[in-house]
């Protein structure tokens, strides 16, 4: 990643994500070994309970597998050139929705999508817009309580010609002052959320890196009984053809 200009320390902080970098190439593959196993495991003779707590196992190793994934994409992208595209966002919602829906309800959570009468359309890369997606998805089930509902809403800016899609989620409340602080902070290295003391702030780190890619954003809306992490990126002028 290149180090941002005038950044005290910033050969301290690319440093430090070179290390993350590195741990995660290695992670790859123990972490694809416990899901294989599992895997051997779940089409075995094993009780009902012991099904459940196998199943646990295979989903929690693949939101780690995405972890890890995101974060080495992440350490390429200043070498790469992301084709930008129009996408209807509530499609892809729904296809990451189907793939999601085993793991939220091993959780005891369920995930939906807010249905729009008129599709909108923005301008992104599917895979980085997936991975944001998929990233905002893990945190929320992460801190959401068991029993809720997580959302994707998808919502069209006009003043800023831009589409938001964010994802609500039913976890602790964020200070208001909080996401002000941290997005100034973002752009140089993963910070921790205080509101939520067991995120490193890794995952925001990364969507935010995947978002500037496309020339978008990432952000929050407080709630008093959660938090809406969200992507804005630039309206499709062909909605207009809808």
């Given at each position: 990643?290149?180090?941002?200009?005038?950044?005290?320390?910033?050969?301290?902080?690319?440093?430090?994500?070179?290390?993350l970098?590195?741990?995660?190439?290695?992670?790859?593959?123990?972490?694809?070994?416990?899901?294989?196993?599992?895997l051997?495991l779940?089409?075995?003779?094993?009780t009902d309970?012991?099904?459940?707590?196998?199943?646990?196992?295979?989903?929690t190793?693949?939101?780690?597998?995405?972890l890890?994934?995101?974060?080495?994409?992440?350490?390429?992208?200043?070498?790469?050139l992301?084709?930008l595209?129009p996408?209807n966002?509530e499609?892809l919602?729904?296809?990451?929705?189907?793939?999601?829906?085993?793991?939220?309800?091993?959780?005891?959570r369920?995930?939906?999508?807010?249905?729009?009468?008129?599709p909108?359309?923005?301008?992104?890369?599917?895979?980085l817009?997936?991975?944001?997606?998929?990233n905002?998805?893990?945190?929320?089930?992460?801190?959401?309580?068991?029993?809720?509902?997580?959302?994707?809403?998808?919502?069209?800016?006009?003043k800023?010609?831009?589409?938001?899609?964010?994802?609500?989620?039913?976890?602790p409340?964020?200070s208001?002052?909080?996401?002000?602080?941290?997005?100034?902070?973002?752009?140089?290295?993963?910070?921790?959320?205080?509101?939520?003391?067991?995120?490193?702030?890794?995952?925001?780190?990364?969507?935010?890196?995947?978002?500037?890619a496309?020339?978008?954003?990432?952000?929050a809306?407080?709630?008093?009984?959660g938090?809406?992490?969200?992507?804005?990126?630039?309206?499709?002028?062909q909605?207009s053809l809808?």
């Open positions: 990643m290149k180090k941002s200009e005038g950044l005290a320390g910033g050969d301290i902080v690319i440093h430090e994500v070179s290390s970098t590195a741990a995660a190439h290695e992670l790859k593959s123990p972490l694809a070994l416990v899901r294989q196993l599992a051997q779940e089409s075995s003779e094993v309970e012991q099904r459940r707590l196998v199943q646990q196992i295979t989903l190793s693949e939101r780690a597998l995405r890890t994934s995101d974060l080495t994409r992440s350490a390429r992208l200043d070498d790469a992301f084709e595209e996408l966002p499609q919602c729904k296809d990451i929705v189907a793939e999601l829906t085993p793991l939220f309800e091993a959780h005891g369920s995930l939906a999508v807010t249905h729009r009468t008129h909108l359309l923005l301008v992104a890369n599917r895979d817009l997936r991975r944001i997606i998929m905002f998805s893990d945190n929320a089930l992460y801190y959401s309580q068991p029993g809720t509902a997580v959302h994707m809403q998808i919502q069209a800016l006009k800023s010609g831009t589409v938001r899609v964010g994802i609500r989620d039913y976890g409340a964020l208001a002052d909080m996401w002000r602080k941290l997005q100034k902070k973002l752009t140089h290295s993963p910070q921790s959320v205080h509101a939520r003391p067991q995120s490193s702030g890794l995952g925001l780190f990364i969507a935010s890196q995947f978002a500037e496309m020339q978008g954003t990432i952000g809306t407080r709630h008093r009984d938090a809406t992490f969200y992507v804005e990126l630039q309206a499709s002028r909605l809808l």
